[in-house]
């Protein structure tokens, strides 16, 4: 079974395709995974490997940790573009969420001022007032949609709650308009036995309604680059991809095609 791949608080930097030069912060443990989600392509795997021993890190040990960090980054002389949290599940279930963003911020205030702070969510707990006022003071709030179709989405996010609803995270999305980014992972493949392609017309010109209602700042469109824990998954070609973006931006959408 893929296992975990992030066994620290802060990790890297590593290099993002997406953001660049980024720095990790990992709110969940360093031993296992807790998600809402369950994502067929998630590089750290299935959350069947268990929640591990460590339990989720403390406010105080990930401003510790990212101070020491940073500052030891900053005496080297060395380059940062992003501050990244994601890591071994989904960072907005942690308790001490808001306030860790808020320490986060003024670490990178004092040490990276033009750095920018990200935060990759699955958007299930944006309807939370806590979370969506944190996201909003973040410089790249970066909110999953994989599916406008309920079946779909519950097919390749296959989200525990069975409250997770298409409808509703868009509706939740839509709280964020003209500030958030949208990310859609595009694949096509086998799970179960049933057979997955977000990639149709049917599916595509549903985002595209989505993204029309949740009005985000950018799309950012993407498929499979690393080893997933479903196997029988197939990467999206770029010429597939642009083609696909090209759709979205005659919608008045911008789109960043990865």
Known sequence: MQTVLFHETVFGPIHSRRLGISLGINLMPNDGKICSFDCVYCEAGYNAQGQGTTGVPT???VHNRLNAKLSAMHA????LDVITFSGNGEPTLH???KEIVHDVLLLRNKFYPEAKVSVLSNST??????????LRTVDNNILKLDSAINSTLR???????VNVQAEGIINDLKQFSGSCIVQTMMLRGEHNGHHIDNTTDTEVEALIAAYLEIR???VMLYSIDRKTPEENLRKVSREELDAIARRI?????AVQVN
């Open 59 to 61: 406010r105080n040990d």
């Open 95 to 97: 308790p001490n969420f």
């Open 76 to 79: 080297a002389g060395e380059k």
């Open 249 to 253: 931006e005659a919608a008045g959408i």
């Open 125 to 134: 707990m944006v309807g939370h007032k806590n979370v969506a006022d944190a």
């Open 216 to 218: 985000p700042r950018e």
């Open 155 to 161: 097919l390749i996010n296959q989200p525990k709650s």
